[in-house]
């Protein structure tokens, strides 16, 4: 006779990426850990990759099935615990009130949990931006379209008062990320200087051009490291001068882009 004993597992890693509204992003494994009751300051804003939990906000029960998207609001306490004995696996981000702001703690604490696939998708996609260093314009992108998608559903009233996508906003944005190529611009920076929200200068960009800011803004740097590697600059020389974080930086994006490795590239020319 075989007795199964399960490990009590708690694995986490938690960071303060560089950017805006941002507070923690918060990765962890859990087997049989569970919350007690807790408040934050934050919000929180949570997916499940495996397994589900269970938790009490508001003295009511909650729990996240598959493709939901959980946003618990700050001062409302809750719990935690998983659902099964395999526990889960859960990201999560916090956010403060710049993103998401305090009128919407009511009809959050009514609907904490979101059943929308393209949310999850989202929110999925703004971690993998957040784990790399150097892709903060692709993380702010991504969270604005989040922050939007999450105020449609809390309140889809105002969500349907939006207006169209201005057009005229992307060429001034398509000037100002030329401009600072190197040195880059925050997209909040941005949008105060072209004067539109977040959101609406992404969606007009992506619209007018057929590319996203931060896609754009990559393709350029890359195009620039190409012609300083046939010049004879080093990749690391090189990832310095055109604006990314380090040469990993440099290495991922060029990679993606051009399919060879810089310095393989630059040892090609002749």
Request: proline share 7%.
């Amino acid at each position: 006779m075989y007795v199964v004993c399960m490990v009590d597992r708690r694995e986490i890693s938690a960071w303060r990426p560089r950017v805006p509204g941002v507070v923690e992003v918060f990765h962890a494994h859990y087997t049989e850990y569970a919350y007690p009751m807790h408040v934050h300051d934050a919000w929180t804003l949570l997916i499940v990759d495996d397994g589900a939990v269970r938790y009490d906000l508001d003295r009511h029960e909650h729990g996240t099935p598959d493709d939901t998207v959980s946003l618990l609001p700050p001062h409302v306490p809750h719990n935690g615990s998983p659902v099964s004995e395999h526990g889960f696996r859960k990201r999560v981000l916090y956010l403060d009130l710049s993103r998401l702001d305090a009128s919407l703690i009511g009809p959050a604490v009514d609907a904490p949990d979101v059943v929308d696939p393209l949310l999850r998708l989202r929110v999925g996609q703004l971690h993998t931006a957040l784990a790399h260093a150097g892709d903060e314009l692709e993380a702010e992108s991504r969270l604005a379209f989040i922050g939007e998608r999450l105020r449609g559903h809390l309140r889809p009233r105002a969500a349907q008062r939006q207006r169209p996508p201005d057009r005229g906003v992307a060429p001034r944005l398509r000037e100002l990320l030329d401009a600072r190529l190197v040195d880059g611009v925050s997209l909040d920076e941005a949008a105060r200087l072209v004067h539109a929200h977040p959101a609406h200068l992404v969606r007009a960009f992506s619209g007018a051009f057929g590319i996203a800011p931060h896609q754009y803004l990559m393709s350029r740097r890359v195009e620039r490291a190409r012609r300083l590697l046939l010049e004879g600059m080093r990749p690391a020389e090189v990832a310095s001068a055109t604006g990314f974080y380090d040469q990993a930086h440099l290495n991922r994006h060029f990679k993606r882009l051009v399919g060879v490795a810089p310095g393989r590239y630059r040892n090609s020319s002749r």
